[in-house]
């Protein structure tokens, strides 16, 4: 039913129907002249009046875990402990809806500060975080969202329970998803290590679920020579000390989430004789607390500046000085491999955290459709928006398999089940997953802001943050190009065992495929593309290496494309 309202001759008038609470402009329709009847000296009409009455109804976060069918099929479909995992995962996502998703606002709008000095000039360094950052790490601990990784109670699929909470949360957890994916790529690490005993209360507090005994944990890798190029990037000394620790001298360039508890680090040992080991095999791990007293003070660290970001403003980034911090080393040498782990279970949660950027979108934008008209219709009921919808829809579904597949592959190798297809689609898929999710989380953000117009513009409605956030994904943790590259390193550390891997499962799952017949067009497509890509490989292996490296991102832009099911542009 139309409701018509009056407003003085200068203002449109608008018609509000109560089934759409959708508003028109009518400019062709006159008020009575009210204006010119009243008074001149009267007060002015109530404000609306010069507003107007219409007001957009915006896009409602609901309980993202009922609103996402496709993780409750997967779940359902694959998971045994099916009941406790979704109460788990229904309640948390109520959680994220009523209460989460506005400390992660908060955390936007009150980013982290530095104070340099005391009142009384004393160098103090203290890094302030807000009160819902604060909240956000006692959450993560009594959620259990890196413990649920390591307690293992659903045996094989337990990462597979992990990284969905981790998806359903990640849009709303003001980025403090950062410090959870290095202090979960910390607890790996110190437990592939053999968990040795400077290390063990630090292990058991990164997998805790009280929230007074959790830390978190730093990844301090890049210095000012570069983040790629580790080997040689990393100018860091580590000075032997009497007792068999170590102190460590260096610059940190970017050190995200610089108010963990702990961090690993890399840095190179010097000898009796002032001789400094080079090279990749010359970087040793190590272990630092941060904060090593009950006040939180440093010590053995300056922090020079905390880092101005285009995105991840909630995250406080700095860089420090390391001026003799006292640290134990975790592994002798071999930095790089020993930190490997780490580069996979945080590469993991980076995909995660790009599936998840993509679901929320596209879960706001549906819902704004159906609330949002123009043209005189609701935008669900533009055939070009719903393409538009419709075609973020299959980018998001796609990562999410994806994501939920390494996940699964990562969950069978923790739990000693890992076949070795399994091992070699993990170490292909890992880096195939993470720069291609990333790239999409891009485009598939940048789409959904599309979707609410100009409010898609707006600060104050946190759809921007949404696509600053995205943009790091394909910066940190390895770019584009270095993971493409990191594909072609496997391919050949594996002499090829991870590209057969490759075929062997992707022609096993079109052989499921094509058993729905209307699934017959897509799977022949795929077929197509996969013959194409082994093509490809076979001429590829006869080339120079430098053919390989220029063909790097194409190939591993395929890779993902296939396993997804979804023919690729280039092979
Ligand atoms: O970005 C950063 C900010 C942290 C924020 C984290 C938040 C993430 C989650 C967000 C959620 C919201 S910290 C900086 C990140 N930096 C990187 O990721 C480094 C990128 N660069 C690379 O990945 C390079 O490819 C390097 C550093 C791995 C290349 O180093 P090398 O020394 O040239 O590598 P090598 O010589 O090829 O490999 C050394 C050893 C080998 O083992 P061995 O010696 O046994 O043969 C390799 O097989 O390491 C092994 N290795 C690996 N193993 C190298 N890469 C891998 C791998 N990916 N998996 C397994």
């Avoid at 479909?77 to 994220?96: K, N, Y």
């Avoid at 117009?453 to 600060?459: A, F, H, N, S």
């Avoid at 290496?545 to 296939?562: F, K, N, V």
Wanted: proline share 7%; with cysteine.
């Amino acid at each position: 039913m139309a409701v018509g309202i009056m407003h003085g001759s200068l203002f449109p008038c608008y018609t509000q129907t109560q089934e759409t609470g959708v508003s028109a402009v009518q400019p062709g329709t006159s008020a009575p002249d009210e204006a010119a009847a009243r008074d001149p000296h009267a007060p002015p009409l109530f404000s609306r009046s010069r507003t107007g009455l219409f007001f957009q109804a915006q896009p409602q976060l609901k309980n993202p875990f009922l609103e996402d069918p496709l993780l409750g099929r997967y779940l359902r479909r694959h998971l045994p402990h099916q009941q406790a995992v979704f109460s788990d995962l229904q309640a948390f996502g109520e959680r994220i809806s009523d209460e989460v998703d506005a400390w992660g606002r908060e955390c936007e709008v009150n980013p982290p500060r530095l104070v340099p000095f005391d009142p009384w000039g004393r160098r103090v360094d203290h890094i302030v975080t807000s009160p819902a950052w604060q909240r956000m790490k006692e959450l993560s601990a009594s959620e259990g969202l890196v413990a649920i990784g390591y307690e293992r109670s659903c045996g094989e699929w337990s990462r597979v329970h992990q990284m969905s909470k981790l998806f359903l949360y990640s849009p709303s957890s003001g980025l403090f998803t950062c410090p959870l994916a290095m202090t979960d790529g910390a607890a790996k690490v110190i437990q592939s290590l053999g968990v040795p005993p400077a290390v063990d209360s630090a292990y058991r507090r990164l997998t805790s679920r009280d929230p007074e005994r959790f830390w978190t944990s730093g990844q301090w890798m890049t210095e000012r020579r570069g983040g790629s190029d580790v080997a040689a990037g990393t100018e860091t000394l580590a000075e032997p000390q009497p007792d068999g620790s170590y102190r460590l001298h260096g610059f940190k360039w970017f050190t995200s989430a610089t108010d963990a508890d702990m961090t690993l680090t890399l840095g190179r040992v010097v000898g009796r004789d002032g001789s400094i080991p080079p090279g990749s095999r010359g970087l040793s791990l190590f272990y630092a607390e941060v904060r090593r007293d009950p006040q939180g003070r440093l010590e053995g660290i300056e922090v020079q500046r905390l880092k101005d970001k285009l995105g991840t403003r909630q995250m406080p980034t700095a860089e420090l000085l390391l001026d003799g911090l006292p640290a134990h080393r975790v592994s002798e040498g071999r930095g790089v491999a020993s930190i490997a782990n780490m580069l996979t279970v945080t590469r993991i949660h980076n995909s995660v955290a790009a599936a998840a950027a993509m679901r929320r979108v596209v879960q706001l934008a549906r819902d704004y459709a159906t609330r949002r008209s123009a043209f005189g219709r609701r935008l669900q009921d533009h055939p070009l928006h719903l393409q538009t919808l419709a075609r973020m829809e299959v980018e998001a579904r796609a990562a999410f398999l994806l994501v939920m597949e390494v996940s699964r592959l990562l969950g069978r190798e923790e739990t000693g089940v890992a076949s070795p297809l399994d091992r070699h689609l993990l170490r292909l898929l890992t880096p195939v997953l993470k720069l291609y999710s990333a790239k999409q989380a891009v485009a598939v953000v940048s789409e959904g802001l599309e979707s609410f117009g100009g409010q898609g513009y707006m600060e104050d409605t946190g759809l921007p943050g949404l696509l600053r956030d995205a943009q790091v994904l394909s910066i940190w943790e390895g770019t584009t190009n270095v993971l493409s590259l990191d594909v072609l390193r496997c391919v050949a550390r594996s002499s090829g065992l991870v590209l057969q891997a490759y075929f062997t499962q992707t022609q096993a799952l079109l052989g499921h495929a094509s058993r729905l017949p209307p699934l017959a067009p897509a799977v022949g497509a795929l077929e197509g593309a996969l013959s194409a890509l082994g093509v490809f490989v076979e001429e590829a292996a006869a080339r120079p290496p430098s053919y390989l490296e220029l063909a790097a991102r194409d190939l591993a832009y395929s890779l993902a494309r296939i396993y997804m099911g979804q023919p690729p542009h280039v092979v």
